[in-house]
C-alpha cells in the first residue's frame, strides 16, 4: 500500500464542525460546513444574483411584462463569509389590472370520509354512481340506500349499443 505522503492526499485530522453551529461535520468541499447549510447559502446566493438582474432589468426599463407588472424595490445584502442573505421585497405602486382581480383562494377541503357512516377513507374511498363516496362496507348499492336507477340505466345503455334493425333491406330481397 502507499502511503499518503507518495499520492499526494492528506488525510484531515479530524472531524470539522460546521462553522454555522449546527452540529454537523462539514468538509472542506463544502466551504467547512454541512451539506444542508451549504446547500442554503448556494440557494440563498442564487436567488440573490436573481433578485440583483431583475433590479438591473427593471432600471434598464427591460421589463418583460406590458405594463401591469408592479413597480418593485429590492434590497439585497450579501456577506460572502456565510452570514445569511437578507431579500427585502416592497410593492411600492400595483397595477390596476392587479388590484381588480379578485383573488381565488380555495377553501380547504377537509378529510374524504363515507357519506353513511362519517368514517374517514382517504384515497381507499370508493364513489358511487350516485356521486357521493363511500367506505368498503357502504360501497355497495344495497348497503346506503342508493337513489341512482341501475335497471334504466343499463336498459339504456342495451338500447344505445344494439339498434334497432329496419325492415326495408328484408323487404329489397
Known sequence: ??????????APEGPILCINNCGFFGSA??????????????LKQ???QLAASSIESIVNGNSSGNGKEPVVSVAVAVDVQA????????STELSSAASS??????????????T?????????????????????????SDKHECPFDYRNAARDA????NPVVKAEKLDKI
Not at 370508493?126 to 363511500?134: D, I, Q, V
Not at 342495451?158 to 349499443?161: C, S, T, V
Open 1 to 10: 500500500m502507499e502511503s499518503h505522503d507518495e499520492t499526494g492526499c492528506k
Open 101 to 114: 382581480k379578485p383573488s381565488e383562494i380555495k377553501a380547504k377541503e377537509g378529510p374524504s370520509r363515507c
Open 116 to 140: 353513511s357512516c362519517r368514517k374517514r377513507v382517504g384515497l381507499t374511498g370508493f364513489s358511487c354512481r350516485c356521486g357521493n363516496l363511500f367506505c368498503a362496507v357502504h360501497r355497495y
Open 158 to 161: 342495451i338500447a344505445k349499443a
Open 29 to 42: 468541499a463544502t466551504m467547512n460546513m454541512c451539506s444542508k447549510c451549504h446547500k442554503d447559502i448556494i
Open 83 to 90: 452570514a445569511p442573505v437578507e431579500v427585502k421585497i416592497i
Open 46 to 48: 442564487q436567488q440573490a
